[in-house]
């Protein structure tokens, strides 16, 4: 239950935000999961990566600023750090429930529990609409080829959107973690 006694009502979720020493509360009309997506999908094409995309569409819901939010899902992009392993979307996913579902007591096995079951939910759905989870499966590349692409990203042009899933995959893990969190509300 992520340790909140609230997860079932159907009004407010309440949360201890880690960024603020006040509480930080959560509602149906301030998730709204089309425009969540959207705004993913947008910063995936204003540059972000894919896992900052996702990260970046709900950070202001846990006190985060954008700063912070792209920093702390910078390493995760495409497959981590391009090496085409788990995708970066799915990722910034994880990210997102470690906030909606803190684990951060080390002897605290119930939120850990609970943050994990969260996070293998999440996992089960995205491969479930989209096949995997690893990036190299999504993208269609062989191993030899993903472990000789380099640290160095592509240029984003519209040849690169137009031969990649990656906005469907952010739009995807967007969707997919908003309906989590709000089919608890």
């Given at each position: ?67 912070m939010?792209?920093?702390i ?64 499966e ?48």
């Amino acid at each position: 239950n992520c340790g909140f006694s609230t997860l079932s009502a159907l009004k407010n979720l309440i949360f201890r935000s880690p960024h603020k020493r006040n509480y930080l509360t959560i509602t149906m009309e301030e998730i709204n999961i089309d425009v969540r997506a959207a705004r993913a999908a947008a910063f995936f094409k204003a540059g972000y990566n894919c896992s900052q995309s996702v990260v970046l569409a709900y950070a202001d819901l846990y006190g985060m600023d954008m700063k912070m939010a792209a920093t702390i899902a910078s390493s995760f992009g495409a497959g981590m750090g391009r090496l085409r392993e788990v995708c970066g979307a799915v990722s910034g996913m994880f990210v997102l429930a470690g906030l909606h579902c803190p684990a951060a007591d080390p002897t605290d096995r119930v939120s850990k529990t609970a943050n994990y079951a969260l996070v293998q939910a999440l996992a089960a759905q995205f491969r479930s609409e989209n096949g995997s989870i690893v990036c190299r499966e999504l993208l269609g590349l062989d191993r030899p080829k993903a472990d000789s692409e380099g640290p160095r990203p592509e240029l984003r042009t519209a040849d690169y959107y137009a031969k990649r899933p990656c906005v469907k995959c952010v739009e995807s893990a967007a969707r997919i973690f908003g309906e989590k969190i709000t089919s608890k509300l």
